[in-house]
Every structure is written in C-alpha cells, then in structure tokens.
C-alpha cells in the first residue's frame, strides 16, 4: 500500500516493450508487403488509366500485379517467366511486382526492387515511364502505420502485457492522484467522484451521503453572515440532496459545478476523463475513452513540444529534398526519396494535429478575472474579519491592563499609607523643600554660598 492508500502500479516491464516492438514490426510487414502495394496499385490505375475508349477496352491484366494495354495475341493470363513483348503495347503499362523486366523480351526494363508507372496517353505521366523504389519510396509510411496499428491492438490488451493499456491504467492512477492534490479530499471521495455512474447508482444514499456533504461544504464561497450582509441566502445541502434524486445526477449538475466554480475547469476535466478511462478499463471496446485521458493528460502535457519539434524538423527534411530535386540532381522519373520526405511529414503533421484535438483549451480570460475577482474579495472578507477580531483582542487586551495598572498604583497607596514612618519622612521630604526654596527665594547670596 502507498501513503495515499491505493496499491501501488505496476511500471511498464520488458514484456510490454517486446511484446509492441514485435507487433510493430508485424504490423509494418504486413503493410509494406500487402496493403501498400494494393493502395498504390488502386491509385495509379483511378487515375492514369487509358481515357480512350479503345485503349479501355484493351487495358487488362497481364499477370498479377501487371496491368497494360493488350494486343491481339493476348488471350488471358500470361504465364508466369513468359516474356510480355508480345503480347502488350508500351503506352500504359502498370507493373507492381518484383519480376525484373528487360526491354529485349518485355518492351520495358525495371529491377527487382521497382514499380514501373507508364502512361503516355491523355492525362497521363508523358513518355517516360515513373520507376517508384518501394524500399525508399513506402518504409517510412509502412513503418508509421505499423506503429499506429500497434498501439491501437496494445489498447485492447491485458495491462500486464499491453503498452499502452499499462499507459492508461498508470494515468488513471496519476490523475487520481493529482485530483486529490488539487482538492485535498480523500481517497475516498475521490473514487466517489471519479466512478462511473452506473456503479455509482448501485449505492445507498446513507453510503455517500457523508462525503458529498463534505464535497458541499468544501466547496462553499461564503458564509452565512456574508450572504446575509449581500442579500443572499446560503442554499443547505439537505434543499440539494433528497431521496428522489439520482447519486450521478446529484454528482454531475451540482457537485461537478461547485467544483468547477470552486476550484477549476480543469479539475473537473480531470475528474471526466478518470471516470471514462475506469470505463475503458472495464470494457476495453471504449477505446476513445482511454485514449483521451492518455491524451489529454499525458501525451499532450509531457511530448508537445517534441512533436513540434520533429514537425518542424520533417518539414526542414522535405524543403532540402525538394531544393535538391530542383536542381536536377534527383530525377524526374525517380521520385521515392520525394515520397518518403512527404511520407514522413504528413505523419508527424497528422500526429500533431492528433495532438492539438485532445490538447486543453486554456480557459477563458474574463472566467479567469472573475475568479480572481472572487478570490480577491474572500481575501479582503476575511482580512476584514481578522482585523475585526485584532481590535477587539487589543481592547480586552488595553482595558485590562489599565485595570491591572489601577490596581497596583491603589495597592502602592495604601502600602505607603499604612506605614507612620513612610508617611513622616514624606511630610518632613516635603517640609524640607519648601523651607529651601522659601530661603533661596530670600538670600540668593546665602543660597549661592551653600552652593
């Protein structure tokens, strides 16, 4: 058990990292090898096919993954090791396969590692044909969809095993733990205003009846005396909390708007976003819940500023590669290295565009005043009672002590009155006084002779 009282969670383990390296890698081969090769192919055939109505009608398949424009001798699939020469014309010819082809015996050439794209007709690419290099060309984009796919599987997996379910099962708790930093309540009635509302529904009112009321109190501006000085009447929870309404209902339209007034909108954001993550957490289809509090307060506030920075940094890539091409020293008919840079910045775009979707609103300016405004005059209030209780401290305290002094200069009085030798030698002081002074005042030479 932790201090706060929860157990304390498990840290992402060497199983999680291997588990998603390898499903990264599967999911990349499976796309670099099955679905780019059909995306491309599907792209390229929409839109450069042949427009002339002639030319469609003879566009076929050659061999799988061979698309041309046929001749007569063509009558159905070409073998497999057969030279197509014969059997296609060289204006259209669409060829996604690792087959190398030479002019000699295909009527075109390309290498094992290439894709050819040729189509000279209207509309089409011109005369020289397009050789893309998959390789270059598609691992960057097969490498990001291999790890999007892996994070999307990770979700609906055991938190022992699975990334990012571990991910959201640790924010869970993290924010958890900062509601009640922020809030000062307990465990207790944080996990009361964190569960979701079917459970929370199940319980008893006499079961949360406690804490809500502790929720109510803590989150009052003003006291009675205030409201009453103002005008206003403080609404008590027993007016709020009656048997007819629902637990959740009672928690979302009062509670969560004393909160959000008391404290901020960001509290009770946090406090949304844990309640549908404990949903995803029992019912791992809710994949956006758990993806939004990840998002929202993990992602979001700890890799911003890297995404950003890689953002800008993808688009320094590709303004370098495109300067290059314009200056001739990557070729027309060779675009793969173009594709990976705009591969790689349309991901890191898409990812901070991903990003900006669940990153927080700041709040409002004029909310903002306003509760500083409010927070302004509680401070004055209460400056204003604690000056109140100073005078009347420093009251009882001077009234006291002028009846303590009364009463010790009374006391010396009568001391110095109920001795006949204090009062002889006071009269005789006094005596004395007035017998020099009457002689100064007659003999100043005697007066200065005895001085």
Partial sequence: MTANGHNAHAKVGMQHYLLFLALVVAFSYLTYSFIVPRAVEGAVLALFHPHDEKQQQAFKEVQPGTFAVVTEKFQGEVPSGT????????????????????EKEDGYSKGAGEWVVKANGEGGLGEAAIILEPVLGFTVLSLVLGFALAIFATFFMPSSIGYMAQKVEREIHHTRAK????????????????MPNGQLDQLEAHQVRSAFKFVWDRTSTEDEDTARTHGRRIVRFEEVFTPDISLSTFREEVLNLRIKEFFSDFVVKEMEDTKRGIEWSRNRLSFFKGLRLYMAHHFTEKYSNNVTGLAYFGAAILIVIIGVRGLKFIPATKPSLILAAISLEGSLLALLAFGLVYTEEEERMDKLMKKMEDANKNQLET?????????????ALVGETSEL??????EAIAEALAS?????????DKVAEKIIVAMSETLPRFTQGNK
């Fill in 179 to 194: 509601i009640r930093l922020q809030t000062g309540f307990s465990d207790e009635i944080v996990d009361l205003l964190t």
């Fill in 383 to 395: 400056m204003k009672d604690v000056s109140v209780d100073m005078h009347k401290l420093a009251d």
């Fill in 405 to 410: 002094i009364k009463k010790k200069v009374e």
């Fill in 83 to 102: 030279p197509l020469k014969t059997y296609i014309k060289t204006d259209y010819i669409f060829d996604f396969t690792s087959n190398v082809r030479s």
């Fill in 420 to 428: 006949d030798d204090n009062v002889k030698r006071v009269v005789s």
